[in-house]
């Protein structure tokens, strides 16, 4: 499901300056339907881990961007995982 | 509840710093995004968080140590991890990531034909955009002209000059960069143009401007002369009397500007005398009185 970029802000209780600044570092990469940007559950969801990151774990904002970007790369493999144990079975 | 101090595994008399010290260390071990094939640690996870979340409040730890409150009930509502979502996605979700193997891929056959599959389909991202240097000829920039670009990894391009582009101007082809990937739209070419001289004419912003040879005769007694312009020559006046350094205008000869008008050719005149010496003229000369009076330094104070 999609959602505008006003309905974001107010799910996921988001400043103007802040969502430009997280989109600016690439923490948030909004989808673009004709130069409007679109956001999804998972954009909420990943706002919340941001300020578990930054807020609770005392993550600053460097080591924010290397976090994310090593659970992107977690759940490309995991989902490459998946495939290749599907693919297995299906052969087998 | 367990005792939220035996949770985090702090003294009763634990300070606020010890127990926001001994929650972060929990829960960056515990943390589901961070354990994202890991079912316990979300419950762990959340009875940290419980835990914490009643001992860092420094009222509801008062009362939970006077025993007014239990620890049941402090859970915090949260229905959804990133994670939960993250593996749900569609494939091709923006955020996942490959780059942590497409090294094997490199010599793996299933695994390439996976990730190929699976970029075919489904990663949209925009082709990046490529610079490329074109220098063009002075008057292609006046007038304007259709310019085709040898790429480096061959093929073409062919770049529409627009009359009147300035030097250093970047000219955006949309859709002529990297192709995309996926269903992603290829970037764009981006053309930086840099302009050559020309053995007769300078420019400055709309106004070209030549340096106009004249005879001594043309000077001083005036007369018609032709004078080259980025359109081909025109015919010009030169008044009588002009002299070296006198600039000439002529309206619209320029170069052509955004508002749709023109700039001016302007025209410095440069007062040649004879080739060879000429032995009238020399006689002349040596008897003007009028010649021997003219101080043209008169006003060349260091």
Known sequence: MTINKREFMVRAQLEDKTLEAWIREEWLIPADSTGEMMFSDADVARVQLIRDLKNDLGVNDEGVGVILNLVDQVHGLRRVMTELLRSMHNRA | MKDPYETLGVEHSASPDAIQKAYRRLAKKLHPDLNPGNKESEERFKEVSAAYDLLSD?????RYDRGEIDASGAEKPRQHFYRDFASEAPPGHSYENYSGFTDFADSDDILSELLR?????????????????????????????????????????????????????????????????????????????????????????????????????????GGRVNVPTPTGSVTMTVPKGSNTGTVLRLRG?????????????????????????????????????????????????P
């Open chain 2, 117 to 221: 599959r699976r970029s075919n389909v489904h990663v949209r991202a925009r082709g990046s955009d490529v610079r490329y240097e074109l220098p063009i000829e002075f008057l292609d920039a006046v007038t304007g002209a259709v310019k085709r670009l040898t790429l480096p990894e061959g093929g073409t391009l062919d770049v529409t000059i627009p009359a009147g582009i300035q030097n250093g101007q970047v000219l955006r082809l949309r859709g002529k960069g990297r192709p995309g990937l996926g269903e992603g739209e290829p970037g764009d070419a981006l053309v930086e143009i840099t302009i050559k001289a020309h053995s007769l004419f300078t420019r400055e912003g709309n106004d070209i401007y030549i340096d106009l040879p004249i005879s001594l005769s043309e000077a001083v007694l």
């Open chain 2, 253 to 301: 000869k320029g170069v052509l500007r955004r508002d749709g008008g023109h700039g001016d050719e302007l025209v410095r005149l440069q007062v040649m005398l004879p080739e060879l010496p000429d032995t009238e003229l020399e006689a002349f000369v040596a008897g003007w009185q009028g010649g021997k009076a003219h101080d043209p330094r008169r006003d060349m104070q």
């Open chain 2, 58 to 62: 420094a009222d509801k730890r008062a």
